[in-house]
């Protein structure tokens, strides 16, 4: 297996095969990998564990099972939980063309992951006509064929409503009313509720929600109790918490952190 040593520098070195794979062996600690870019599309297939993906739209969730694409030239920064394994999948710019060219995840179908485990075994590039480049072209129809989520957490551009946004991802468990927020901008809840949904596509309600899942998938896949997640977000009892988890994932709390290699249920099926 190829291991993750390359600068960005020479990702995007034109020497680089069409379709390059790295693994990512299983960590003991969150990893937070920088704000950056690179010329090629990226995927990254996660085996176990918890991905986050954060750019300037938005944040996207990505569990054990599922797969994330980036697209060619898009800031982005990672951060890697829960004894994260998986690989890294880079495909050349001029391939990138029939790929989407926007971010999402989907369940990882069981051909693009086996490519991907096959390609990142390989220790130098593929000649054309080769099976190894006939395997990467497969790898990059597979990608192309991703029913990509659009399920993510949106970040406001409107500067006041980055600023409410902001104060509660700093602090989830902080539990104010619309109205005591609005005034922190000095705006009415009419106001904040309307330009909130704007800048979102949420209510901020929603919002909020789905930003404390977010937080508490993370905290889960590290390990914290599920006791410490429910307070520490703001949840009245620890059952309210199981209660809101289970609607949305389909598994409870203890489920979720439990789950290895390809096992989440619900909304998360393989």
């Not at 710019?93 to 029939?98: F, K, S, T, V």
């Not at 789905?210 to 590290?222: I, K, N, P, S």
């Not at 914290?224 to 609607?247: E, H, Q």
Request: with cysteine.
């Amino acid at each position: 297996m190829r291991l993750l040593n390359y600068s960005l520098a020479s990702l995007d070195a034109p020497e680089q095969p069409t379709v390059l794979a790295i693994g990512r062996e299983r960590g003991t600690k969150p990893v937070t990998i920088r704000w950056h870019s690179h010329a090629r599309g990226q995927a990254v297939v996660v085996s176990t564990g918890l991905l986050t993906i954060y750019t300037r739209q938005g944040n996207w969730m990505v569990p054990s099972g599922h797969s994330a694409w980036i697209p060619p030239g898009q800031e982005h920064a990672l951060r890697l939980c829960g004894n994260f394994s998986g690989w890294y999948v880079y495909v050349a710019p001029e391939m990138c063309r029939q790929l989407p060219d926007r971010f999402g995840s989907a369940s990882t179908p069981s051909l693009l992951r086996e490519g991907i485990a096959r390609i990142s075994r390989w220790q130098d590039g593929a000649d054309p006509g080769t099976r190894e480049e006939r395997l990467g072209l497969v790898v990059i129809d597979e990608i192309a064929a991703l029913p990509l989520e659009r399920e993510h957490l949106p970040m406001p551009a409107d500067r006041a409503m980055a600023q409410i946004a902001r104060m509660i991802i700093d602090d989830p468990a902080d539990d104010r009313s619309l109205d005591a927020l609005a005034d922190t901008v000095g705006l009415s809840r009419r106001t904040v509720t309307r330009r909130f949904a704007d800048a979102t596509g949420m209510s901020f309600s929603a919002w909020r929600q789905r930003l404390r899942l977010f937080q508490a998938a993370e905290m889960l896949t590290t390990g914290t109790p599920v006791t410490t997640v429910a307070l520490n977000l703001g949840y009245d009892s620890p059952s309210a918490f199981t209660a809101m988890f289970r609607r949305h994932f389909g598994v409870t709390p203890s489920q979720f952190a439990s789950h290895g290699e390809d096992t989440r249920r619900g909304r998360y099926t393989g």
